[in-house]
């Protein structure tokens, strides 16, 4: 068994985040250490005002006892960070890991907008993070915050991918994970030969919460247990599909729980 460390928010009700990360990373056959980097009574999507608790005070407590008790984590996915205090709490311990895989998620913002509650400094710290990162997953919205390019829905993705690589180390792989072509979407990052590579299904109708942290969640783990990027993304695409398949069949009532996660699961304990 591999552990992995997955860092991100704990949304009580909702389904997405880390509630969605840990049967996912466990059914890939991890030790999961769970971190929740805030605690939110439902995610942000429907719900109104969620009771929040910010864990700063409690992170460093954490790092102090994990490292007094020699605990060492062999991958980590960083997902939902929340404030450049904790942004910078986390770089600093990752930093001073021996990790084999660093994946993060650099959640800041989507559909051309940053998130309620950050701004220009929370950017920058989530730049200092993913500098250590071996595959970053940002979406076009944090592709283009990231790197100060105009957002537009449809980038020029070779352009954007290029100048993420150059936030990131000499081996590190930047995929933007809501690429459109045609009528898919999936993920796009540059080939060993610099070209754009794509994987994608068919987009299917509607909108889910989640869909990026399931993604996420299934990348790391896939790359974890040594799947190389394509393969990884490949199958991540494939069964994400099948996830908003699920949800869409189940004709659910409350539209703001995250995506059904049963034939992922059954995907994931399949693979080989
Ligand atoms: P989030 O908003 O949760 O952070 P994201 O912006 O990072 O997500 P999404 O747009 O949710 O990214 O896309 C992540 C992946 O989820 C896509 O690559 C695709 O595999 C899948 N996906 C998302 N929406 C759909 C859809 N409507 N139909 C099919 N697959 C989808
Ligand atoms: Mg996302």
Same mark, same amino acid.
């Given at each position: 068994m591999s552990s992995i460390l997955v860092a991100e928010d704990l949304s009580a009700v909702g389904g997405i985040s880390l509630?969605?990360?840990? +049967?996912? @990373?466990? *059914?890939?056959?991890?030790?999961? #250490?769970? $971190?929740?980097?805030?605690?939110?009574?439902?995610?942000?999507s429907g719900y109104g005002r969620p009771a929040v608790v910010d864990l700063a005070d409690w992170l460093p407590r954490v790092f102090q006892h994990w490292t007094q008790a020699?605990?060492?984590?062999?991958?980590?996915?960083?997902?939902?960070?929340?404030?450049?205090?904790?942004?910078?709490?986390?770089?600093?311990?990752l930093t001073e890991q021996p990790l084999a895989l660093l994946v993060v998620d650099?959640?800041?913002?989507?559909?051309?907008?940053?998130?309620?509650?950050?701004?220009?400094?929370?950017?920058?710290?989530?730049?200092?993070?993913?500098?250590?990162?071996?595959?970053?997953?940002?979406?076009?919205?944090?592709?283009?915050?990231?790197?100060?390019?105009?957002?537009?829905?449809? +980038?020029? @993705?070779? *352009?954007?991918?290029?100048?993420? #690589?150059? $936030?990131?180390?000499?081996?590190?792989?930047?995929?933007?994970?809501?690429a459109v072509q045609d009528d898919q979407i999936g993920c796009a990052w540059l080939d060993e030969t610099g070209q754009v590579a794509f994987v994608g299904q068919p987009r299917l109708p509607g909108h889910y919460n989640g869909t990026g942290d399931v993604l996420a969640a299934v990348i790391a783990g896939l790359l974890g247990r040594g799947f190389s990027l394509t393969r990884s993304l490949e199958l991540a695409s494939q069964w994400l599909n099948l996830a908003v398949a699920e949800t869409l069949a189940q004709h659910r009532s409350d539209p703001r729980q995250g995506i059904a996660l049963g034939a992922l699961l059954r995907a994931i304990l399949t693979v080989d």
């Open positions: 509630s969605a990360a840990v +049967p996912v @990373l466990t *059914a890939l056959q991890y030790d999961v #250490a769970a $971190l929740p980097t805030s605690l939110l009574s439902t995610h942000t020699q605990l060492n984590f062999d991958a980590a996915l960083i997902g939902y960070v929340g404030s450049v205090e904790l942004c910078q709490q986390l770089t600093t311990y650099p959640v800041l913002g989507d559909l051309g907008e940053l998130y309620s509650g950050f701004d220009q400094h929370y950017v920058e710290a989530m730049r200092q993070l993913i500098r250590h990162a071996d595959v970053i997953l940002p979406n076009v919205t944090e592709a283009s915050l990231l790197t100060g390019r105009p957002y537009t829905s449809q +980038p020029d @993705l070779a *352009a954007t991918l290029r100048a993420l #690589a150059t $936030l990131m180390g000499p081996k590190g792989h930047a995929v933007i994970t809501d």
